[in-house]
């Protein structure tokens, strides 16, 4: 490495800069969309230099919103609760779940394991429409539809595929002899479990949480057809933003910045986790 | 040596499922006093280390029963059964540093810390891992970790000591005197203990019997000075000893007053009938075809022997080992001195009767051992 040219420096430098600049342009852009009106948004050309303002924000937080035909009442607050609430709750659930599977799937080989594990991933790869319809009318005779309950039942299907098919391949990467030693020391099976397996475990555990918190997060479909407007996330909540009278631009850049500060902190703030847990687990399997 | 410390009644093992899946261990039946050193002796795959996972208890056993210290054990979870082990991968915990690893046991087992301190204190004495107490398992070598480990299941207190392949990971100077430190250690404890291993140095070594396995099935289990005089088949006649015993497959042969082993090549080894035991004399000429076989320093060099021409020449040291094309095969010599043969130079070699070990052709079992039926 200390062997490169100036030249080759120089042209790194410009690769890595064109590359920042194609991924981070709409994040900035929303960034600046979202202190400014819709006059200043749609001016064309647009302009680099405007008079920021915070009225953007001030109608999320105080859930009026006004436009040229009136004041109109959004949920956004209601909905970025809903959303954090969704995904901390169906993350929660799917780790209390999928961890402790996991770990018998990587450990014990019981007859037919191989393809309860696989039907399990299939669920990742169904597309969601093709199981929507019939979830509806389910849930509706059950009295799930428009329920946290139901949501989070259904926000399942994309939390517990990825946390036991991630944590599995940590499990597996643990030789079963730490464990074997352990229990031999005079320890239960279940105490292995939480003594050893779990902490050895533990940064797949927490990447493979991160992602399907992000993925719980992003997800639209089933929130779209399966809640009602007190019950939905940010993701549908921001379709509010169209409105009658016109596309509420500024408003969406704020909702958008605002929901995706938790997912983006949390991210950077488990940024090598997160490598590592996808490197690992998905290569494995 | 008293009450069993371990028995092990018809003992199978299937990987898979019963009598279809992969036969590992099968009907092994052995009792091991209190008190005593054994080693599990074999090559990769005989079945060695699944013996030793059903006792301690990592293996379901398929069908056969295993009691320690005469309690049924074989059904049991491994935290019920007592028996501590050193596992092969060393297995330390990751986050604990070496006395941690050391003192887990004793800490589960409620002992007050000033015994547990003083008991860490006399055993990485013993294995020498004194400076590197404070440590973590990551930043030690692999000898290390392994004394690490056979540390952490001397110091308990168990029923049985299960130690799978202790010091394969050791130089060789630390583990002759290991080896010696250890059975010392085990030996003025009264402790029991199995060990497995593939080094037959060791398993000589520590071990007061030996269990032979190959295949999964128990091929001798006696003592290291039996085994060697007195190999129950040709497996463990050729399988224990360095170098390896020679064999060759033989007629015999009857002419007045003589007995000849006819060899390939034309050779014949050729002995007066007195020479052998009576017993030995009657088994020989009951059969057709034997396979001999005879322990490389039993071989002689001697002007009226059978030809053989030298195919390679090695001084280790203190012994010469000397490999001869010989009755189609390969024949090999120890020699304690320093000996000078050219490649292909001619010799002639002789075997005493009493260095001769008869096998039967066909079960490859032993018949004899020198002037005694096996």
Known sequence: MEHTSLLERVLRGIALTLVVIFF?????????????????????PPQLVFEPTLANYTALITGKLETASGTLDIAFMRNLWNSVFLSVTSVAVALLLGVPAAYAFARHKFRGSEDIAFTLLSFRFAPALLVLLPLTLYFQKLGLANTYFGLIWVYQLICLPLILWIVRGYFEDIPADIEYAYRIGGHSWFATFRKIALPLAGPGIAAA????????????????????????????????????????????????????????????????????????????? | MSASAITISGVDKFYGPIDRGVHAVKNLTMEIAKGEIVALLGSSGCGKTSTLRMIAGFEEVSRGAISV??????????????????????????????????????????????????????????????????RYPSSISGGQQQRASLGRALIRNADLHLLDEPMGQLEPQLRAVLRGRIKHFI?????????????????????????VMEGGVLQQFDTPDMIKRRPANLFTGTFVGEPPMNVFEAYVGNTVGKISLKLPDGLSLDYDKDAFSAPVRDQLLNRERVVIGVRPYAVRRSKDGVPATVSANQWLGDQTHIAADFAGGSLVLVEHDRTRLELGAPINVSIDPKNLHVFDQASGNAISHGMELA
């Open chain 2, 69 to 134: 210290g005469g309690r049924k054990v074989h059904t049991l979870a491994p935290v019920k059964r007592n028996v501590a082990m050193a596992f092969e991968g060393y297995s330390l915990y990751p986050p604990l540093t070496v006395r941690e690893n050391m003192a887990f046991a004793l800490k589960a087992a409620r002992l007050p810390k000033s015994e547990v301190d003083a008991k860490v204190a006399s055993i990485a004495k013993l294995l020498e891992i004194e400076d590197i107490l404070e």
């Open chain 1, 24 to 44: 981070m342009f709409p994040i900035v852009w929303i960034f600046m969309m979202s202190f400014q009106t819709n006059e200043t948004i749609l001016r064309i």
């Open chain 1, 209 to 285: 949480g991160l992602l399907a918190f992000i993925f719980a997060w992003n997800n639209f479909v089933f929130a779209l057809v399966l809640a009602s407007a007190d019950k939905q996330p940010v993701t549908v909540g921001a379709l509010a933003f169209i409105t009658s009278s016109g596309i509420q631009y500024g408003q969406i850049s704020a909702a958008i910045v605002l929901s995706i500060t938790p997912t983006l902190a949390l991210a950077l703030y488990a940024q090598r986790y997160l490598v590592e847990g996808l490197s690992l687990g998905a290569v494995k399997g």
């Open chain 2, 187 to 211: 030996k003025e404890r009264g402790l029991t203990a199995i060990l497995v291993t593939h080094d037959q140095t060791e398993a000589n070594a520590l071990a007061d019997r030996i269990a």
